[in-house]
């Protein structure tokens, strides 16, 4: 047998479509590839988007909206490694605007979809002879802040 692909699922109530046009404007190399619409008789009303079939940075997601019945949580996350602190400033407001912020630069966007939006270089950071400085300074913030981690790195 061959695995052709393996595609992040996201479910949503009935934003699949807004969601996926949002998350296409932020980053390059993104579109939305197709749409499919519920029909007659279908669990969603007819003519109504049922899955979203897209790609942000290169990456393939597919969108549904399958109702109240789940809920996105934490348990489920994008990261989102970023080369500078422009790039988190922008992607830290445009995905939080209208959800909510946490720690370690964590966030949940408008749609109840979680992002992390980190620092590219933060493995080598966590691995080198400061990670524990490293790591308690990222403990202390919220939006991850490039120049506090390379003080905390020495």
């Known amino acids: 047998m061959t695995v052709k692909a393996i595609i992040p699922f996201l479910w949503f109530n009935s934003e699949a479509e807004d969601a996926a046009k949002f998350y296409v404007s932020l980053f390059p190399d993104s579109k939305i590839n197709s749409l499919s619409r519920y029909g007659e008789g279908g669990p969603g009303p007819a003519g109504g988007v049922m899955v979203v079939d897209f790609q942000i940075a290169g990456m393939r997601l597919t969108a549904m909206n399958g109702g109240p019945r789940f809920k996105l949580d934490e348990a489920f996350?994008?990261?989102?490694?970023?080369e500078d602190q422009a790039e988190i400033d922008r992607l830290w407001a445009a995905l939080g605007e209208g959800g909510s912020f946490s720690m370690c630069g964590w966030l949940k966007d408008r749609f109840g979809?979680?992002?992390?939006?980190?620092?590219?270089?933060?493995?080598?950071?966590m691995t080198g002879p400061s990670a524990a400085k490293v790591m308690a300074a990222m403990m202390t913030m919220s939006?991850?802040?490039?120049?506090?981690?390379?003080?905390?790195?020495?």
């Open 77 to 82: 996350s994008l990261l989102v490694n970023c």
């Open 113 to 125: 979809l979680s992002w992390q939006i980190n620092y590219a270089q933060m493995d080598r950071l």
């Open 143 to 154: 939006k991850i802040d490039i120049g506090k981690l390379k003080e905390a790195a020495g």
